[in-house]
């Protein structure tokens, strides 16, 4: 099976500071999807300029033709169903249907209590994804939703006319734990991981690998038990958290060995994030370029 390349477009410049040119040139370089990160700032960039998702992705679908485009991901932090479905769809049919939703959990941090709220236990983020993403899927599939749940409500919610795609645009469900992976199972058409961060710090890449391929083995199972094939998804990994850190960035050699190891555990897509001076995802930009250009020819 063919690998894809995508790319990962964080939402730090202004639009016509090199915001555009970025989304422009991720479609010259060939790549498969830009994605951006769905948060109301991140990490090392908490305190220096940050943009909105959904706006992003609405000016990246204005500025381009071909290129799909996505959240990596969108989680119940500070979006509720409702809302972001009615987002999604107009998103989905301002770019021609180009749009997939990458949604995961969510976790501690400046999203998780930004809004007032008491961070919630691994437990309850557990408990409102298991209840964010069927009302989701409803939401984008139905023209009329009602829902009374323990963490979300939706009283005749419409959605005419719903999704460019049908029935509705795709999901890239990020899950490692057992009851995300079910969600993955039953609503995904992909599986997004970033590998085992328990390895980050201390870990090797082989033992990053061998990890990953465990996820796998249970998504699998997960998959059976809904009576679903593991290969109808789509397996993105999103890379730069895995021990490898940047490494495979260094060449495009480095490139092409990294990504055959994970090509035959059995991803179908591998995203990079698009150079960024002095951050934890710098990287030659030549060297970027090259391997969006030449790599998928080398790896099939």
């Given at each position: 099976m063919s690998l894809r390349l995508s790319t990962v477009i964080l939402p730090y410049r202004r639009w016509n500071e090199g915001g555009r040119s970025a989304w422009t040139r991720a479609e010259q370089l060939g790549f498969h999807t830009a994605y951006t990160y769905d948060h109301l700032s991140w990490r090392s960039f908490r305190d220096?300029?940050?943009?909105?998702?959904?706006?992003?992705?609405?000016?990246?679908?204005?500025?381009?033709?071909?290129?799909?485009?996505?959240?990596?991901?969108?989680?119940?932090?500070?979006?509720?169903?409702?809302?972001?479905?009615?987002?999604?769809?107009s998103l989905d049919d301002i770019s021609g249907g180009r749009v997939t939703l990458?949604?995961?959990?969510?976790?501690?941090?400046?999203?998780?209590?930004?809004?007032?709220?008491?961070?919630?236990?691994?437990?309850?983020?557990?408990?409102r994804f298991a209840e964010f993403v069927p009302l989701l899927d409803r939401l984008l599939t139905e023209d009329?939703?009602?829902?009374?749940?323990?963490?979300?409500?939706?009283?005749?919610?419409?959605?005419i006319p719903g999704c460019v795609q049908r029935p509705r645009l795709p999901f890239a469900v990020a899950a490692t734990g057992p009851r995300g992976l079910r969600l993955a199972a039953r609503h995904g058409q992909a599986w997004v991981t970033t590998g085992d961060p328990k390895l980050f710090e201390t870990g090797t890449p082989e033992q990053s690998v061998h990890a990953i391929r465990g996820q796998i083995e249970k998504l699998t199972d997960a998959c059976a038990a809904q009576g679903r094939d593991v290969?109808?998804?789509?397996?993105?990994?999103?890379?730069?958290?895995?021990?490898?850190?940047?490494?495979?960035?260094?060449?495009?050699?480095?490139?092409?060995?990294?990504?055959?190891?994970?090509?035959?555990?059995?991803?179908?897509?591998?995203?990079?994030?698009?150079?960024?001076?002095?951050?934890?995802?710098?990287?030659?930009?030549?060297?970027?370029e090259q391997i969006a250009m030449e790599a998928p020819a080398q790896l099939g």
């Amino acid at each position: 099976m063919s690998l894809r390349l995508s790319t990962v477009i964080l939402p730090y410049r202004r639009w016509n500071e090199g915001g555009r040119s970025a989304w422009t040139r991720a479609e010259q370089l060939g790549f498969h999807t830009a994605y951006t990160y769905d948060h109301l700032s991140w990490r090392s960039f908490r305190d220096g300029p940050w943009f909105g998702a959904i706006p992003t992705l609405t000016a990246a679908a204005a500025a381009t033709g071909r290129l799909r485009l996505g959240t990596l991901v969108t989680s119940p932090n500070f979006r509720h169903p409702v809302t972001l479905a009615k987002e999604l769809i107009s998103l989905d049919d301002i770019s021609g249907g180009r749009v997939t939703l990458g949604v995961g959990a969510g976790g501690a941090g400046f999203d998780a209590t930004v809004l007032g709220q008491e961070p919630w236990t691994p437990r309850e983020r557990a408990d409102r994804f298991a209840e964010f993403v069927p009302l989701l899927d409803r939401l984008l599939t139905e023209d009329s939703v009602s829902h009374e749940g323990d963490f979300y409500s939706a009283h005749e919610a419409r959605n005419i006319p719903g999704c460019v795609q049908r029935p509705r645009l795709p999901f890239a469900v990020a899950a490692t734990g057992p009851r995300g992976l079910r969600l993955a199972a039953r609503h995904g058409q992909a599986w997004v991981t970033t590998g085992d961060p328990k390895l980050f710090e201390t870990g090797t890449p082989e033992q990053s690998v061998h990890a990953i391929r465990g996820q796998i083995e249970k998504l699998t199972d997960a998959c059976a038990a809904q009576g679903r094939d593991v290969n109808e998804l789509d397996k993105i990994l999103l890379t730069g958290f895995t021990p490898d850190r940047g490494r495979p960035l260094e060449s495009l050699d480095a490139f092409v060995d990294f990504a055959g190891r994970h090509q035959e555990l059995g991803f179908t897509e591998l995203v990079l994030h698009s150079p960024i001076p002095g951050s934890d995802f710098a990287a030659d930009e030549k060297v970027f370029e090259q391997i969006a250009m030449e790599a998928p020819a080398q790896l099939g």
